[in-house]
């Protein structure tokens, strides 16, 4: 067993950040519900960790009784089989952990027997359509990894996040990532792979219209096993339209080239909501705010003759949409905002979050500068065209990010490094 000389009470710990991410081809479907084999490839942008991540601290301990979690300051059971597989896999590729300074030895077959526990955080909505459970399960088995000192690659430690959540392994990779669906009956090729850094396309802005944070109805894990078990259409997509799309995405992705990502990313969103009205009976994520978003953007994109933003939704109505640049972005907000202006008890702080610099470039430092906004030209002559006052509760401005970090500073750890409980 681990030995700190004749003492036994020490915590060793370990603290990673993992970022979130949104498909542009997106997942959906499994042909393994078991080890969460998907039917087809699918492909990312990482989001800015500054913005949308999850924080992990995993710690070991020969005083803990039994495997622990606590998700927000919040006690949770890790009892789940997602949980449980990700614990098993890592503990698995478990080495030896030695800290000579600590004098603090960690034998490779200890971790059989030794309990950890385990805090993270988000700082964005948890279970609100923003992907947290992306972030939080490659946080989980990037920061257990850590803590274990496991000696695989990334990818290998992405197909271990896949089991936690299918859309995990993709958080493993910061940049543009591609989600090979594999071809092994043990998953073991079933991993995430890196397309391009986050230094290879820095021009793009991503803005999030956060439409609902309240909990949807149909969990993505049910909703794509009914479309596979009814869907009519789902073969056709996995089998023909997606692989066709993934290699022109990733054509687009290498190339830089705007107009066909936006394209692409837009036809694959329209048609993974289409499956899911396929899907008996029919599944609606999107709602009038979201069909609203998406007229504002083919009406733009239509008028100019070329498109200027790309928009994506995945299991709910929050709308991802990327422009190609800051000009356009500005150009985007101010659209935006004409149309979804605050509720008069908002204020501009909380109601467009993130890098707020998109906001100075669209002109709008104040609530009466967003009154004052024009119709843009598209709309200007056709009428009606109404404002929808909150019906957006708020805008994230961010970027395309890196992949999962180990955060040294250890006043950034969740658990207090004598008693291995919540701060
Ligand atoms: N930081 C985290 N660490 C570990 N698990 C997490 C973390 N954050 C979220 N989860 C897990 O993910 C679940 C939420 O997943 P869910 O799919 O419902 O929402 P979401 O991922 O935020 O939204 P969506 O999948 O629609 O984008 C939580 O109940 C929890 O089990
Ligand atoms: C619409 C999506 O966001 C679906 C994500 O599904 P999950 O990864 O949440 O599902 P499970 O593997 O069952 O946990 C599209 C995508 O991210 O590719």
Wanted: charged share 25%; net charge neutral.
């Amino acid at each position: 067993m681990a030995e700190k000389g004749s003492e036994s009470e020490w915590v060793v710990m370990a603290t990673g950040r993992s970022p979130t991410n949104i498909a542009v081809i997106k997942y959906w479907g499994k042909r393994d519900e078991d080890l969460i084999l998907p039917i087809n490839d699918s492909i990312s942008l990482t989001l800015d960790p500054l913005h949308l991540s999850a924080t992990t601290t995993a710690a070991v301990s020969p005083t803990f009784s039994r495997d622990r979690m606590w998700l927000n300051g919040k006690e949770i059971p890790l009892s789940g089989e997602r949980y449980q597989k990700c614990l098993r896999e890592i503990r698995k590729r478990a080495n030896e952990v030695s800290d000579e300074k600590k004098r603090i030895k960690i034998k490779k077959e200890d971790w059989d027997r030794l309990h950890v526990h385990i805090s993270s955080y988000n700082n964005f909505p948890t279970a609100a359509g923003l992907a947290s459970s992306a972030a939080g399960f490659a946080c989980l088995v990037f920061t257990l990894a850590k803590l274990m000192n496991v000696k695989e690659d990334l990818g290998q430690i992405s197909s271990i996040a896949r089991q936690g959540s299918g859309s995990a392994c993709r958080s493993l990779f910061g940049g543009f990532v591609k989600w090979t669906m594999g071809n092994n009956a043990d998953g073991s090729d079933s991993l995430a792979i890196q397309l391009a850094d986050e230094e290879h396309w820095t021009d793009l802005v991503v803005i999030i219209a956060v439409v609902s944070s309240k909990q949807k109805e149909t969990s993505s894990t049910s909703g794509m096993r009914e479309t596979v078990q009814t869907s009519a259409l789902i073969k056709h997509r996995a089998e023909t339209v997606v692989p066709a799309r993934v290699l022109k995405m990733e054509e687009a992705i290498a190339n830089r080239d705007f107009a066909s990502f936006a394209k692409l990313a837009c036809a694959d969103s329209n048609q993974f909501h289409a499956v899911c009205l396929d899907t008996s009976p029919p599944i609606f994520y999107m709602n009038d705010t979201s069909h609203r978003i998406i007229n504002l953007v083919e009406k733009w994109n239509h008028s100019e003759g070329t498109p200027q933003v790309a928009y994506t939704f995945d299991a709910g109505p929050n709308a991802v949409l990327i422009s190609p640049n800051r000009k356009t972005a500005a150009l985007l907000m101010q659209r935006l905002l004409y149309q979804f202006p605050p509720n008069q008890e908002s204020d501009l702080t909380s109601f467009v979050v993130g890098d707020k610099s998109i906001l100075q470039d669209a002109g709008v430092t104040s609530m009466k500068d967003i009154e004052n906004l024009e119709p843009p030209p598209e709309i200007k002559d056709k009428v009606p065209h109404q404002r929808f006052t909150g019906d957006v509760s708020y805008f994230i401005c961010t970027r395309v990010g890196s992949g999962p970090k180990v955060l040294t500073d250890e006043t950034l750890a969740l658990l207090d490094p004598v008693t291995g409980l919540p701060k």
